[in-house]
């Protein structure tokens, strides 16, 4: 299938899903993430007019989206990976939303290149619903004090969570959890759910879906 194909499907899915739980179609939105794929596949989906991207690496993201970037207005791209805090700047340069605020240190930073850049960069905070060792996010309990850290003394623009469940469980759980907490501290956008479980996101009320293989085929 190609990716014209592919999206098409998504993009019905999504609507379908959407449709079937009260929900518009329109508030769910579908980041293509572009990590490990070739340029002719990128350029397939925006011919298709798709304008929405997502890269877990600040350096591939360079290398992918530098020059392609300013050729298409209204083009958005998201950090869906961990950052680290010597990548900062350049984050703050190309991305237009972190999807993975996770640390003090790091929101710190960040909040200090977005003022230095005079850009509007808002972002989600990654939580660890899993409490996996492995995983980045801030674990769940620690969410309130470490939002308020980010609101009150960095003074980003926080507009939501995002989590990457744990491959071993039912990924709407984790979903459900995120949503709760995301009610519980007032926040609007909701992060979750990749090509294998993305229909499960959005009953959950996901409004950011990441789908990287079943858009643009196996990762090279
Ligand atoms: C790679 C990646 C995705 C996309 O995964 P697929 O299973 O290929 O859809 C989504 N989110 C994050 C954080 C990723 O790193």
């Known amino acids: 299938m190609s990716v014209k194909e592919n999206l098409n499907a998504i993009r019905r899915t999504i609507e379908k899903t959407a449709q079937a739980w009260n929900r518009s ?37 360079i290398r992918h989206w530098k020059e392609l970037k300013p050729l298409y207005p209204g083009l958005k791209l998201h950090l869906i990976g961990p950052l680290q805090t010597n990548k900062v700047r350049e984050a703050v340069e190309l991305f237009d939303m972190i999807e993975t605020v996770d640390r003090e240190k790091l929101a710190g930073k960040l909040a200090e290149e977005i003022q230095k850049q005079k850009r509007s960069v808002p972002c989600l905070i990654q939580v660890n619903t899993g409490q996996e060792d492995q995983k980045a996010g801030v674990e769940p309990e620690n ?4 939002l308020d850290f980010c609101r009150r003394e960095c003074k980003l623009d926080i507009r939501g969570l995002m989590c990457i469940p744990p491959v071993d469980e039912p990924p709407a759980l984790h979903f459900a959890l995120l949503r709760k907490l995301a009610e519980e501290n007032t926040l609007a956008d909701l992060s979750m759910g990749m090509s294998a479980d993305y229909e499960k996101a959005i009953p959950l009320g996901a409004t950011y879906i990441r789908v990287g293989t079943a858009l643009f085929g196996q990762r090279s």
């Open 25 to 61: 179609a329109e508030e769910i939105n579908l980041v293509a993430v572009s990590k490990n794929q070739p340029p002719e596949k990128i350029m397939e989906a925006l011919e298709e007019g798709h304008r929405l991207f997502g890269e877990n690496r600040v350096q591939e993201a």
């Open 143 to 146: 969410l309130p004090a470490f």
